[in-house]
């Protein structure tokens, strides 16, 4: 039972077995990990609260919900979710969208199989990964986390981007901080634009994730 105790749990998210498999079968060749499979970010959701996985390995292309919407539940339901991306997506675009959902790491699947398991063990200790490849490819441009984002906003926007995430209209913020409602509709489109959201459930989620207003 201790033996068991000890495995690193690894829950695996991918909608194509075949695919799975390979990577499982990389992972156990490095380590005696134990590892969960699921075949789409709904089940990926489901399962995670039971199966508390030290770390989640999941695409993002995938049917239903898919890999980004499935990274901002996981961030709901645990704001310490290590979570790796492991894609066929390599644009500079994406790799922020998920690392702004929630991803801990993000590794393109032509990475060498030897990448894979340094990666998921850089994400297991709770450190940002970002695949070779891609610093290659970006020349080295800085790997943006969620807290870099939020630490761009100015003091006025902060404090919009907190009133926003409990819930509170234009107006009722413009009432509480004194300023015109055109003011703050202004200030709400350089802070989604700022943090790369799209909506305001988006928003809502990353304010979750860092602790700024309670689920």
Same mark, same amino acid.
């Given at each position: ?6 495995? #690193? ?5 991918? =909608?194509?077995?075949?695919v799975r498999a390979g990577f499982r079968y990389l992972l156990e060749s490095d380590a005696d990990y134990e590892i969960r499979e699921a075949e789409s970010a709904e ?14 390995? +999941?695409?993002? +292309?995938?049917?239903? +919900? ?9 961030? &709901? ?5 290590k979570i790796l991306v492991l894609s066929m997506r390599e644009d500079l675009a994406y790799i922020t969208r998920a690392t702004l959902a929630g991803a801990t790491g ?6 060498? &199989? ?5 990666? !998921? ?6 450190? *940002?990964?970002?695949? @070779? =490849? ?13 807290? =870099?984002?939020?630490?761009?906003? %100015? /003091?006025? /926007?902060? /404090? ?7 819930? $509170?209209? !234009?107006?009722?913020?413009? =009432? ?5 409602? $055109?003011?703050? %509709?202004?200030?709400? #489109?350089?802070?989604? *634009? $700022?943090?790369?959201? @799209? ?5 809502? *989620?990353? &304010? ?5 207003? /309670?689920?």
């Amino acid at each position: 039972m201790s033996l068991n105790a000890e495995r #690193t749990k690894l829950l695996l998210v991918d =909608d194509h077995a075949i695919v799975r498999a390979g990577f499982r079968y990389l992972l156990e060749s490095d380590a005696d990990y134990e590892i969960r499979e699921a075949e789409s970010a709904e089940e990926a959701c489901r399962v995670y609260g039971d199966y508390k996985p030290d770390a989640v390995i +999941m695409d993002l +292309m995938m049917p239903g +919900m898919g890999g980004l919407e499935g990274l901002r539940h996981l961030n &709901a339901k645990d704001r310490n979710a290590k979570i790796l991306v492991l894609s066929m997506r390599e644009d500079l675009a994406y790799i922020t969208r998920a690392t702004l959902a929630g991803a801990t790491g993000y590794l393109t699947k032509r990475s060498a &199989a030897e990448e894979l398991v340094h990666a !998921v063990n850089v994400v297991v200790k709770g450190q *940002h990964y970002l695949s @070779s =490849d891609i610093c290659e490819s970006s020349r080295n441009e800085p790997y943006v986390t969620e807290e =870099d984002k939020i630490k761009n906003l %100015s /003091e006025r /926007e902060f /404090e919009v981007f907190c009133l926003l995430a409990e819930g $509170k209209t !234009v107006v009722k913020i413009s =009432d509480d901080l004194h300023l015109s409602p $055109k003011t703050v %509709s202004n200030h709400r #489109t350089r802070i989604m *634009h $700022k943090l790369k959201m @799209s909506n305001i459930v988006e928003l809502t *989620h990353l &304010a979750i994730r860092n602790g700024l207003v /309670e689920a």
